[in-house]
C-alpha cells in the first residue's frame, strides 16, 4: 500500500514537470512566433511604405537614432538628420523605391527583444539586394536600429564588378 502511494505520489509530480515543461516550451515558441510577426510586420511596412513614398511610416519604422547604410561607401544615413533629410527629399515628388522582400531570416536574443535579420530584396529596376539589420523591441514594439543594404553579385559576374569597383573608386580619389 505504502509503496502504491509513493509510485502514484511520483507518477504525479513526473506529470507536473512534464506539463510545466510542455507549457513553458509552448510559450517560448508562442512568443517567438508574435515576435517573428512583429519583426515582419515592420520589415514589410517598411518596404511597403518606401514604395508608397509615405515618409511618416518609412522614418518611423526606425528608431530615433537608427542608421541605414546604403550601397554607397558614404551612404550611412542617421535619424534623426541625414536620414530623414534624405527620405524627405526623396519623397517630396510623391516617389519612393520598390523592393520585395523574398526570403527573410530572423534571429532572437533570449529574452526576444532584440532581434537580427537577413533578407533578399528584389527591385524590378536595380535587380537583388541583401538587406541586414537588428530590432529592437521596446515596450512591446519593434524599430529598425540598424539596416544595411547590398548589392547582391553572382560570383560569376564579380571578375567585371570588382573591375568597375576599382576603377570607379580610383576616378573619385582623383577628382577630390
Avoid at 509513493?6 to 509552448?26: E, F, G, K, Y
Avoid at 519593434?142 to 567585371?160: C, D, F, G, R, T
Amino acid at each position: 500500500m505504502l509503496f502504491h502511494a509513493l509510485r502514484t505520489r511520483t507518477t504525479h509530480c513526473m506529470l507536473a514537470i512534464l506539463l510545466s515543461c510542455s507549457l513553458n516550451v509552448m510559450a517560448s515558441d508562442e512568443s517567438k512566433f508574435e515576435a517573428t510577426q512583429g519583426v515582419n510586420q515592420v520589415l514589410d511596412g517598411l518596404h511597403q511604405a518606401a514604395s508608397q513614398a509615405d515618409l511618416e511610416k518609412y522614418l518611423g519604422s526606425f528608431t530615433d537614432t537608427g542608421v541605414f547604410m546604403g550601397t554607397d561607401d558614404w551612404e550611412r544615413w542617421t535619424r534623426p538628420t541625414t536620414l530623414d533629410q534624405y527620405v524627405a527629399e526623396r519623397f517630396a515628388g510623391g516617389t519612393g523605391w520598390t523592393y520585395q522582400s523574398v526570403e527573410r531570416n530572423i534571429n532572437f536574443s533570449e529574452e526576444k527583444n532584440i532581434a537580427w535579420f537577413d533578407e533578399i530584396t528584389v527591385s524590378k529596376k536595380w535587380g537583388r539586394f541583401r538587406g541586414t539589420g537588428v530590432l529592437i523591441n521596446d515596450n512591446g514594439q519593434w524599430k529598425i536600429a540598424h539596416y544595411a543594404m547590398s548589392v547582391l553579385v553572382p560570383n560569376e559576374a564579380w571578375e567585371k564588378v570588382a573591375e568597375i569597383n576599382i576603377k570607379t573608386f580610383a576616378d573619385r580619389q582623383k577628382n577630390e
